[in-house]
């Protein structure tokens, strides 16, 4: 019985050995005698009891890496604290075993460095503006050294910049005082937009005054004419009228009484003004005889126009 025991814990141990599960996103390595033998794939696999021994498992997974707060001289020898975040992934399990001794820690350290070497090759004002180019920078620099390890670096991420008190106290004194001129200047901007406004409103004002008084004018002028020729055309239909009027028989009669009444008013009109004198004709005949000429005149006139 005791035999039997002791072949099965044999057995069992044998089996332990010999069948290796490896979970998934893993990668085992295996030593043989003391040498790399291989490295076992996720699922069932088979070892020599005794002879292979798993040395280092390594997840394939990426993995995030907090590196340290350090602190960082920029170009113009300015202080900062600043510390990161990495994100990198074992590509190879082998080199991942015994390409370093410790790949996180060499990993760590040289992102650190690297992260020195790049900010101290830029002004205080340029770290907070191109984060970017640093992350990448420094992604660029571990990746080419850390391919020797079998490690893929993926991305690194600046978590904070901090200045000392006094450049902060600075930088928000900076801030206030653009932000200021900044109100200065778009105030000003608006008073110049607000004259140029106002001096265009007038500028169109007194062009719309004038043109409204220059089609008054023209108006004013056309009407004006329109009247004249009006005036003008019902002073030769009368005078027309008149001389058809005179052709007619007793038109002249008609005429002589018509200037007698007029003399006769024009002689009482003046003979009303005090401040004339008038001298009446001895000889009455004489109103006669200029009357006589005005009717030889109108004689002549018809005789013309015949």
């Known amino acids: 019985m005791e035999i039997a025991a002791v072949l099965v814990i044999i057995a069992i141990l044998f089996v332990i050995k010999t069948v290796k599960v490896v979970p998934q996103q893993e990668a085992w390595v295996v030593e043989r005698l003391g040498k790399f033998h291989a490295s076992l794939a996720p699922g069932l696999n088979f070892v020599v009891p005794f002879v292979d021994n798993v040395i280092q498992k390594h997840s394939l997974k990426e993995i995030p890496l907090d590196v340290p707060s350090q602190i960082c001289i920029t170009r113009d020898n300015t202080q900062l604290q600043v510390d990161g975040i990495l994100y990198f992934q074992v590509t190879d399990p082998k080199l991942a075993s015994y390409g370093s001794s410790n790949y996180i820690v060499a990993v760590t350290q040289l992102a650190q460095t690297s992260l020195r070497s790049v900010i101290g090759k830029l002004e205080l004002d340029k770290t907070f503006e191109e984060r970017d180019i640093i992350n990448a920078q420094v992604v660029a620099a571990i990746d080419e050294a850390a391919l020797n390890w079998g490690v893929k670096v993926l991305r690194y991420e600046i978590k904070d910049l901090t200045p000392p008190k006094e450049i902060l106290l600075a930088m928000q004194s900076q801030i206030t005082a653009e932000r200021e001129k900044r109100a200065l200047i778009a105030a000003s901007e608006g008073r110049r937009q607000e004259q140029i406004n106002i001096a265009t409103g007038e500028r169109e004002a007194f062009i719309a005054r004038s043109e409204g008084e220059k089609q ?47 003399a006769v008013q024009a002689y009482g009109k003046v003979a009303q003004d005090a401040k004339t004198t008038l001298i009446v004709p001895g000889n009455m005949t004489e109103v006669s005889g200029l009357i006589a000429s005005a009717m030889q005149m109108v004689g002549t006139g018809k005789q013309v126009g015949q």
């Open 216 to 262: 008054a004018a023209i108006n004013k002028a056309q009407g004006d004419a329109a009247a004249i020729t009006e005036m003008a055309n019902a002073t030769a239909q009368a005078i027309e009228r008149i001389a058809a009027a005179i052709r007619q028989p007793g038109g002249e009669q008609a005429v002589q009484l018509k200037v007698a009444e007029q």
